[in-house]
């Protein structure tokens, strides 16, 4: 089901633009436009939920896995040192539509707990970095990993 008022089924219907990065048939991961750090992505369900709770039982193994199949694509392309991953459910949540923050992290990054300072990308950056994850989690899919 979609929300015509919610900005991620939106961006899911084609209606708002993103940097999408993997797209199956039931999730939709793209670049964030406000990033912690660049390659910062969003995985969200493609049918409209807006927390966890909602998502029923036989979805949530599914999501999660997209959500794994992230943190290991961003790790990789983008010589990370790991990832944070993060999700809130009403309290903090920007958007009322499920969805997972996978970002990327270095060691002395400069992200202390939750104070989240955001960025923008510089000039082309959002494209290199889409195009970037795109390719390695195609290359990770070719590999079996």
């Known amino acids: 089901m979609k929300d015509d008022n919610c900005l991620f089924c939106r961006i899911v219907s084609g209606e708002i ?3 999408k990065v993997f797209e199956d048939g039931d999730t939709l991961v793209f670049l964030d436009h406000r990033p912690l750090f660049a390659g910062h992505s969003l995985v969200i369900p493609k049918e409209h939920f807006e927390t966890l709770s ?3 039982a036989a979805g949530v193994g599914k999501f999660f896995t997209t959500v794994q199949l992230l943190a290991r694509a961003v790790e990789k392309a983008l010589g990370a040192e790991g990832t944070f991953v993060a999700m809130n459910n009403k309290i903090s949540q920007s958007v009322p539509h499920l969805h997972v923050h996978v970002v ?3 060691k002395k ?3 202390k ?3 989240w300072p ?3 990308y510089k ?3 959002l494209e290199e970095v889409t195009k970037l994850i795109s390719a390695t989690i195609d290359q990770m899919k070719i590999e079996g990993k």
């Open 123 to 125: 000039d082309n950056e």
């Open 54 to 56: 909602d998502l029923p």
């Open 104 to 106: 990327p992290r270095r």
């Open 113 to 115: 707990g939750f104070f």
């Open 109 to 111: 990054d400069g992200l």
């Open 17 to 19: 633009p993103a940097a």
């Open 118 to 120: 955001r960025t923008k």
